[in-house]
């Protein structure tokens, strides 16, 4: 009797083991609900982009995570109803970022270029900061944008 017992409850616990669920991640779609410009104060040239709004706490909190790729001419701007010192990280963020730091005059006040997909640690603004904008690593070497340059964005 026993051994019929623990037989079945070897069975159930086997059973179990075999029947993994796997959770599949749906991937987050970019969805356009503005437009961006960065106006270059060197050359005058101007930088235009699609950009995602996040304004919500949870939208601010979710960000860029879980998302595989973004396009080139493509960002998600933060937009905060305050102005000070910003601290963001890449917690289950898969793509690497540069980070553009605006305060409330809309003129850029620093970077943190290159951000390394899931690392944890800080990347602070420096100087206070009502947006931040985020686009793929390397583009604002790529299009040489500076501290001073300022920027105008439109919600749709």
């Not at 070897?10 to 083991?17: E, R, V, W």
């Not at 959770?23 to 106006?39: C, L, P």
């Not at 010192?85 to 289950?92: A, G, L, S, T």
Request: net charge neutral; hydrophobic share 40%; charged share 30%.
């Amino acid at each position: 009797m026993i051994f019929i017992i623990s037989s079945g409850l070897a069975l159930s616990l086997s059973s179990c083991k075999k029947d993994k669920k796997i959770i599949k991640q749906t991937e987050v779609a970019f969805k356009k609900e503005g437009e961006f410009i960065i106006f270059k104060s060197i050359d005058s040239t101007q930088i235009k982009l699609d950009i995602e709004i996040a304004d919500t706490d949870f939208d601010i909190q979710t960000g860029l995570m879980y998302r595989n790729s973004m396009d080139k001419n493509r960002g998600m701007l933060f937009v905060f109803e305050d102005e000070r010192e910003r601290f963001f990280y890449m917690k289950n963020t898969k793509i690497p970022l540069d980070l553009i730091y605006i305060n409330e005059k809309k003129n850029i006040v620093s970077f943190q270029k290159n951000a390394k997909p899931f690392d944890e640690s800080s990347l602070p603004s420096t100087f206070p900061a009502k947006y931040v904008l985020e686009i793929n690593a390397g583009l604002v070497d790529t299009w040489g944008i500076s501290v001073g340059d300022s920027i105008s964005y439109t919600t749709n």
